[in-house]
């Protein structure tokens, strides 16, 4: 059980899905009762769907007709991004460092992924480059860049892949 709520506390209640185990805790923002009784909302794909349409606008003749758009999206790069490893010792409760990514939704749960990750750093870069031209605000720090970069490194496997969640834990015994 020090598992289960180490995660319930670190993710607010949302772990890296809605429904990955029975919570007696459910995360009222994701629940709602309707005509079929009691449903949930499952992790959506919000930063996902941001750093692919920032990519796509960027990369096409619109991008100073959505000027105002871009700025949103870069003010949401930067309020989604991870600013914090899990609490305590996470390696000890099966959890991987975490501060500098991007996750497929919100920086609620904290579960980076590795390619919203490196799709995250890629549209940081891309909105750093127009900025003299359209103004998105200020660029990202290079401390939080650095930060992107360390957690996408560490994913790296010896294979040579990346993993969607954390690195390949090698169990002994």
Known sequence: MELVHYEDNNSQYLCIGTVDKKSSSPNPRLSLISEDGMNLQG????????????????????????????????????????????????????????????????????WQVSDCTAEGLKAALLLSQISSTINVGKELDEANLNDDVNVFISLHSSNGGFPAWEPARHLVG
């Open 43 to 110: 992790n959506t794909s919000q930063f996902w769907d941001l750093a692919l349409s920032v990519q796509a606008i960027i990369s096409s003749t619109l991008a100073e007709d959505y000027g105002v758009t871009l700025a949103r999206a870069h003010d949401f790069l930067k309020q989604t991004q991870v600013q914090e490893n899990p609490s305590g010792d996470f390696v000890k409760m099966y959890r991987h460092a975490s501060k500098g990514s991007w996750t497929l939704s919100t920086a609620v749960h904290k």
